[in-house]
């Protein structure tokens, strides 16, 4: 690692923990304030500072589209007791003590697959849309999403605000469809809670795997990740100690993800109401 300084080294190793680590890391600001991310899931009663939504737009928009189609959307909740409706209809569904930072966030974004507006132009043009009834424009849309999503996040964190992502919204598909007045043709990807990190109570850089684990040069090696598995282990570990969280291994919380109803909740539903909401997935 050379040519770097001690905090961007400090910043690759709670990136990595004790594992091995990226030799030739060529350190901008920009990939600095990426190795920073942390979800931010403790928030300060503090308003959004002026501009930030828009300022997160922007970000967003200059996410690259597919097609320059822009097939998505974005719903800020501001609004506090309409926050309360979605939080408790999500609370109705998962685990409370996994959702206050969306009472406590000033804003919960809706990230939106959009494709109504898509729909809607072509009609007026005496069109039919019938491209949109397969899965690839649902695809299409909520990859536009993520990507606008995670520029926006990107630039929330470079003006002092947390973020974290709520894939738990699409537990509750149906009922925040009808709670925001999402139109045919528009899906919540997932929601993000935004506000001020509240410094008493940030988490740690969570550690990531090794980066043999996921890159691979020129062809798919299936089985080279398995050398890398315990080290992770060891650092999530560390992690979990340090964070003062509930012991638990990777691994078995991997398992356990793969294997329970109940980690899926009312997500098993989400065809259907994906189908419903008129995305058919052919
Ligand atoms: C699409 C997506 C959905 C997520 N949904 C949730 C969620 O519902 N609740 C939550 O607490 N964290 C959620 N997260 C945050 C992840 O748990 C978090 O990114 C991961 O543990 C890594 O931690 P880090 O972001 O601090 O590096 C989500 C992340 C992504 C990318």
């Keep these: 690692m050379t040519g770097l300084t001690n905090a961007q080294i400090d910043l ?11 030799e030739k890391v060529i350190m901008t ?3 600095e304030a990426m190795l920073r991310h942390k979800s931010v899931r403790t928030f300060l009663p503090d308003a959004l500072p002026e501009g930030a939504i828009e300022t997160m737009v922007a970000a967003a928009q200059s996410a690259s589209t597919s097609s320059a189609l822009n097939q998505w959307s974005l719903v800020a909740v501001t609004d506090v007791a309409l926050k309360k409706e979605i939080h408790d209809t999500v609370a109705r569904e998962v685990k409370v003590d996994r959702l206050p930072w969306i009472l406590e966030a000033p804003a919960l974004l809706l990230w939106v697959a959009d494709t109504s507006r898509s729909a809607a132009i072509t009609r007026d043009q005496g069109g039919d849309p019938f ?3 397969y899965l690839d424009s649902f695809l299409m849309a909520s990859v536009d999403a993520t990507l606008a999503a ?10 002092g605000l947390g973020i974290v992502y709520l894939g738990v919204m699409r537990n509750i598909a149906k009922e925040l469809a009808s709670i925001i007045n999402l139109p045919e ?3 919540v990807t997932f929601g993000m809670a935004l506000g001020r990190p509240d410094p008493s109570r940030t988490s740690a ?3 990531r795997p090794a980066q043999p684990v996921v890159l691979h040069y020129n062809r798919y090696n299936q089985e080279d990740y398995r050398d890398y598995v315990e080290g992770y282990e060891q650092a999530s570990q560390d992690f979990r100690i340090q964070q003062k969280m509930s012991p638990k291994t990777w691994k078995g919380a991997l398992h356990n993800s793969m294997t329970s ?6 997500r ?8 419903e909401k008129g995305f058919k997935l052919l």
Excluded: D
């Excluded at 995670?150 to 003006?159: G, K, R």
């Excluded at 109803?261 to 009312?266: N, P, T, V």
């Design 150 to 159: 995670q520029n926006a996040s990107l630039a929330a964190e470079s003006i």
């Design 205 to 207: 850089i969570r550690p």
């Design 131 to 133: 491209v949109l009834n």
């Design 29 to 31: 600001p920009v990939v």
């Design 268 to 275: 098993k539903e989400l065809r259907e109401m994906v189908v």
């Design 12 to 22: 690759l190793r709670q990136r990595y923990g004790n594992q091995v680590k990226p």
């Design 185 to 187: 043709h528009a899906f």
């Design 261 to 266: 109803m109940e980690y899926l909740g009312g």
